[in-house]
Nanobody, 117 residues
């Protein structure tokens, strides 16, 4: 069973930065996608950014140029560097681990990011 542990959320002022981390354990798959999704109050969960093992990345238009996803395959860890944060980035951010070939998708518990002055 895949376990995801997230860290790095918090309160930050507009224009500030945060870095989220998500470590996966209990898995030995070599081909997987890790990424971040977010859910704001009253809204559906939405994709923020994902990264495949070959380095292919996918970003939501709303975060392009401000957020950067990266991963350390040796540590099964994915990071999300968030710069120039805006109040509309406020949400619970969830880590996702997916193995498309076997329809496996696991979620972390979520970490709150609040952007406010």
């Amino acid at each position: 069973q895949v376990k995801l542990v997230e860290s790095g959320g918090g309160l930050v002022q507009p224009g500030g930065s945060l870095r989220l981390s998500c470590a996966a354990s209990g898995t030995s798959f070599s081909v997987y996608v890790m990424g971040w999704y977010r859910q704001a109050p009253g809204k559906q969960r939405e994709l923020v950014a994902t990264m495949a093992g070959n380095g292919y990345t996918n970003y939501a238009d709303s975060v392009k140029g401000r957020f950067t996803i990266s991963r350390d395959n040796a540590k099964n860890t994915v990071y999300l560097q968030m710069n120039s944060l805006k109040p509309e980035d406020t949400a619970v951010y969830y880590c996702n681990y997916e193995v498309v070939a076997i329809s496996l998708s696991s979620w972390g518990q979520g970490t709150q990011v609040t952007v406010s002055s």
